[in-house]
DNA sequence: CGCTGCGTTGAGCTTCTTCAACGATCGTGG
DNA sequence: CCACGATCGTTGAAGAAGCTCAACGCAGCG
């Protein structure tokens, strides 16, 4: 497919007159990786941002001791590491690719330029930024005002509304990533897992998960129930 | 003190005209509020975001419960809750003046207006936005990867780079606060500190910290020191 | 003087992690 | 086609970190 149709379906870049989706694709410069691999290192310098354009990648903070906190992951028509182009040098955290991906890359400075002309893109990039913001903060309230019981019902109920409030629904992703983004390990998950299924509040098929108590799921979430 | 003059010495309105100085005098208001009054709670409908001229406020989650996470400490000349502006509707959490302060509040739907209008201003926003994200990145590697003497260490650095890497530094906050923006409790920080004094780490005296050795705070930081 | 906010200390307990082992699945190469 | 290794998930037992609850000292201030 032709770049510029791509670019057409990333909603970071909708509002774009023509001509600013081929100055856009003049400037930008797509690349694959394989499952596994490192796009960019936590403190590399940033010297632009990346859009998925498939595949899906891990945004991470890795610890001396090899432990990892997913912060973010992006699939196809999301960015990352916009940062890095507004603030600070060095990107903010580590991008791995989780499985085969096609990611487009678009460099800093040819970027500003084109923001700088273009006020709806500048908009769209605020609201962006604003976005993640709002997640972080979430984030920032569940790693430290809720345990696991609570992060997990919180997360479940958040894929359910993503999937239109669907009682059925299937992980995205491996348990141990999910482990990583819920902050905390695998082990700790699956017992987890094992007690709200105990509790009747969800059933477990391997990475299917069929929601049975909602009402009970949303106190578990704001602190209001405890597990036997 | 005229509002414009004030404004002038705000990061994020630096490079505005005079002509669009006057402008934002326009649309802003501007408010006193007690020590301990509430600005707006979290999910409040966001109707604009703030400008703090004098006094500080903490931006801050809080739980079922009553524990509280501060995502964010605010002084004279800086802005916080832009997030309303840029995305969602509802303020992402709370807001409360922690002493007598006197606040600006720009409305939203003006202050759009301005920014698509002014490219440099939307560049400032953006650094702003980028700035607060890197800061909220660190912070969930702190709670999720590092333990709160690592946390603190880390903390107490960062002070210190601040004052010019001097090694005597005074909190700028109740220690209260301090252990709720490291994501713990009084008493918990209470004896992490006394920890670190025992370790020859830090000496304590009151709200006034000397760093002691600031080598053996690095290592404490990365998590390459185990306190006795 | 008494009150209130703040900080500290102690004891007990909960939650989560660590470490180790094991079963299942899947893709690959022999 | 089967065997093998790798990845992933699960389970158990033990230990560490931090939280809860309660009590107390201390300063500032009405």
Do not use: W
């Not at 856009?24 to 691999?37: E, Y």
């Not at 973010?72 to 040098?89: D, M, R, S």
């Not at 409030?165 to 348990?175: F, I, N, P, T």
């Not at 082990?187 to 108590?213: A, C, K, M, Y």
């Amino acid at each position: 497919m032709k770049i510029v149709e791509q670019l057409a379906r990333v909603p970071l870049f909708v509002g774009l007159t023509d001509e600013q989706f081929e100055q856009l694709a003049m400037i930008v410069t797509d690349q694959d990786f394989r499952r596994g691999q490192v796009i960019f290192y936590d403190g590399d310098e940033g010297v632009g941002f990346y859009v998925v354009l498939s595949g899906r990648v891990k945004i991470c903070k890795v610890s001396s001791d090899g432990k990892e906190q997913i912060l973010h992951l992006t699939g196809p028509g999301e960015t990352f590491a916009e940062v890095a182009v507004f603030a600070g040098t060095g990107y903010p955290a580590t991008a791995i690719a989780l499985e085969k991906s096609r990611i487009l890359f678009v460099p800093k400075t040819a970027f500003v330029e084109l923001i700088q002309a273009n006020p709806s893109l500048a908009m769209n990039m605020m609201a962006s930024l604003a976005k993640r913001l709002r997640r972080f903060s979430t984030m920032i309230e569940n790693l430290s005002l809720r345990e696991v019981p609570g992060r997990l019902a919180a997360h479940l109920l958040f894929l359910s509304d993503q999937a239109g409030g669907a009682d059925q629904l299937e992980l995205d992703m491996a348990k141990a990533q999910l482990a990583s983004l819920l902050g905390t390990i695998p082990e700790t998950l699956s017992r987890i897992l094992q007690r709200l299924s105990s509790n009747s509040l969800i059933s477990v098929q391997g990475p299917l998960i069929t929601i049975l108590d909602r009402h009970g799921l949303e106190d578990l979430a704001v602190g209001e129930l405890r597990l036997e």
